[in-house]
């Protein structure tokens, strides 16, 4: 999930309804801690994505107002013209990394 809580796996309330009540409540509960910092990393990743949608959204307007125009011209876009529509724009492709 993240740098700070790992990839683990946490107890959900009411267990498993696949594995039965009983089968599927081994795992302990999570303390006020636990999950205070789970809220945390949510919040963070989340406010993190949207900064990182609204930059590339921003940056690559142009693209977008073409596209909305070739759309209501056409109504749909094959992957060529696509495309050519990111090549002419000079699209910034974002990195790609895990948060």
């Known amino acids: 999930m993240s740098e700070r809580i790992g990839q683990v796996a946490?107890?959900?309330d009411g267990g498993s309804p696949f594995l039965g009540r009983q089968m599927?409540?081994?795992?302990?509960?999570?303390?006020?801690?636990?999950?205070a910092l789970i809220d945390s990393e949510v919040s963070r990743l989340v406010?993190?994505?949207?900064?990182?949608?609204k930059t590339?959204?921003?940056d690559n307007r142009q693209a977008?107002?073409?596209?909305?125009?070739?759309?209501?011209?056409k109504?749909?876009?094959?992957?060529?013209?696509f495309a050519?529509?990111?090549t002419d724009c000079d699209v910034k492709i974002a990195e790609y990394g895990i948060y």
Request: aromatic share 2%.
């Open 75 to 81: 109504e749909t876009v094959t992957a060529e013209e």
């Open 56 to 58: 590339l959204l921003t």
């Open 24 to 35: 599927g409540s081994q795992q302990q509960a999570m303390s006020s801690e636990t999950k």
């Open 64 to 73: 977008l107002d073409s596209l909305a125009r070739l759309l209501m011209e």
């Open 47 to 53: 406010s993190s994505a949207y900064s990182r949608a």
């Open 84 to 86: 050519q529509l990111l």
């Open 10 to 12: 946490l107890a959900q």
